[in-house]
């Protein structure tokens, strides 16, 4: 009997993302069952957000402001490898939001982003380094927030939490200054391209503020955020850049790192409400949104 050979890096590539998949629903499972626990908590804390129709009309206004950001550090770094228009950005948006979110790794952020545009190719190329500016931002903040917390010398969040996320970023900063020097023969020279890249990034980062400060400030039920909140939030966004997830189930995972990282300084109700609320604010809204884009391209097409 002849046995067919096992091919290694497919195989290992679907047991990853069996792994990352059945790990993101134990913890929507664990959540949840948090939640049902706690829903009588949860839900007075959903009656504080939504008895302030100025916090509501603030969290609103916030998320037209970060896909305004995300649209325009887009625009800048798609100009870099392609041609397009404005409202071929806003739909690539849309799309990468709806696709990615759907997606282990957010493999298909670049899949709706590069199929808006007559050069799939560059558009591609353009939304892979979109994403790695993007990650760039978070960790940056990361590494200031960890910064901040050491200075502070109080456990205002996890020790280990903070240790991680310090050491962390130091060693993306460290991989990514090795791959470059490893590859920097294989791509045009910087200045082709550094300076719209330069400034995506900084785009990135004041949108990194942007949603940081929108969880915050339902944190803060309402009230202004201190720094110690606003930056124990850039931490958690630390740890759900760079832990393995599927998007759209990921509400579970998100839940679990932030009762671990921002319950010493809010209520755990307080904290499980906030996270479903973003989500369903920033994820499910959006995705919805994308994918009627998308159903309206096949329908033209």
């Known amino acids: 009997m002849n046995?067919?050979?096992?091919?290694?890096?497919?195989?290992?590539?679907k047991a990853v993302k069996f792994v990352v998949s059945l790990f993101c629903v134990a913890c929507l499972v664990v959540f949840c069952d948090k939640v049902w626990t706690g829903r009588n908590d949860?839900?007075?804390?959903?009656?504080?957000?939504?008895?302030?129709?100025?916090?509501?009309?603030?969290?609103?206004?916030?998320?037209?402001?970060?896909?305004a950001l995300e649209v325009f550090r887009w625009q800048k770094l798609?100009?870099?490898?392609?041609?397009?228009?404005w409202r071929d950005d806003i739909a690539a948006t849309l799309r990468s939001v709806s696709l990615g979110n759907s997606t282990p790794a957010n493999i298909g952020e670049h899949v709706g982003r590069g199929m808006t545009y007559d050069n799939k190719g560059s558009a591609t190329m353009a939304s892979l380094v979109a994403s790695v500016v993007q990650t760039a931002?978070?960790?940056?903040?990361?590494?200031?927030?960890?910064?901040?917390?050491?200075?502070?010398?109080?456990?205002f969040v996890p020790s280990v939490a903070v240790s991680v996320c310090l050491w962390g970023s130091l060693a993306c900063a460290l991989i990514a200054a090795v791959l470059y020097f490893v590859f920097r023969n294989r791509i045009s020279p910087v200045g082709s391209w550094g300076g719209g890249v330069a400034f995506a990034f900084v785009i990135n980062v004041a949108k990194v503020a942007v949603f940081s400060?929108?969880?915050?400030?339902?944190?803060?039920?309402?009230?202004?955020?201190?720094?110690?909140?606003?930056?124990?939030?850039?931490?958690?966004?630390?740890?759900?850049t760079i832990v393995p997830r599927v998007n759209i189930i990921d509400v579970g995972l998100k839940g679990g790192l932030a009762n671990w990282i921002l319950t010493p300084l809010c209520e755990e109700s307080v904290v499980a409400s906030s996270v479903i609320f973003i989500w369903v604010l920033n994820i499910v809204i959006p995705s919805a949104i994308g994918f009627i884009s998308l159903a309206f391209r096949k329908r033209n097409s």
């Open 213 to 240: 400060f929108q969880f915050a400030l339902l944190l803060s039920v309402g009230s202004f955020p201190s720094l110690v909140v606003l930056f124990a939030v850039a931490t958690y966004y630390f740890f759900v």
């Open 42 to 67: 949860i839900a007075s804390a959903f009656d504080a957000f939504f008895s302030s129709p100025h916090l509501i009309a603030a969290e609103v206004v916030l998320l037209f402001v970060n896909l």
């Open 137 to 155: 931002a978070i960790v940056a903040w990361g590494f200031f927030a960890s910064l901040f917390f050491f200075g502070t010398g109080d456990d």
């Open 78 to 85: 798609r100009s870099v490898f392609t041609q397009g228009t």
């Open 3 to 13: 046995v067919p050979p096992i091919r290694i890096k497919p195989f290992f590539r």
